[in-house]
Nanobody
Framework: QVQLVESGGGLVQAGGSLRLSCAAS????????MGWFRQAPGKEREFVAAISWNGGRTYYTDSVKGRFTISRDNAKNTVYLQMNSLKAEDTAVYYC?????????????????WGQGTQVTVSS
């Protein structure tokens, strides 16, 4: 069992930056592929980024490539999402998630554990 708690969301102007954190409980955090998803009002939850168990591989949806960076610190049981050059269309609730799969997925249904979400609002 893994419990995930996100933090770091807030209100920022377009072009600004935020760093989201996701703290995980449990001693097996390093064995999970971790992902970030987001959900805007009236839209489906969408994949943002994922990172392999050791941080060696990262994956991004096209709309955030070059602007967002996912990273993890297994010693701290934490995964991060650094978001730069934020746009109004990045406004959403951001969720971190963990999957027991050995490979990442862009399908939120493949993830086993979820945080409660943190709101990111980008004003234009």
């Amino acid at each position: 069992q893994v419990q995930l708690v996100e933090s770091g969301g807030g209100l920022v102007q377009a072009g600004g930056s935020l760093r989201l954190s996701c703290a995980a409980s449990g001693r097996t955090f390093s064995s999970y592929v971790m992902g970030w998803f987001r959900q805007a009002p009236g839209k489906e939850r969408e994949f943002v980024a994922a990172i392999s168990w050791n941080g060696g591989r990262t994956y991004y949806t096209d709309s955030v490539k070059g602007r967002f960076t996912i990273s993890r610190d297994n010693a701290k049981n934490t995964v991060y999402l650094q978001m730069n050059s934020l746009k109004a269309e990045d406004t959403a609730v951001y969720y971190c998630a963990a999957t027991r799969s050995t490979y990442y997925s862009v399908d939120y249904r493949e993830y086993d554990y979820w945080g409660q979400g943190t709101q990111v609002t980008v004003s234009s």
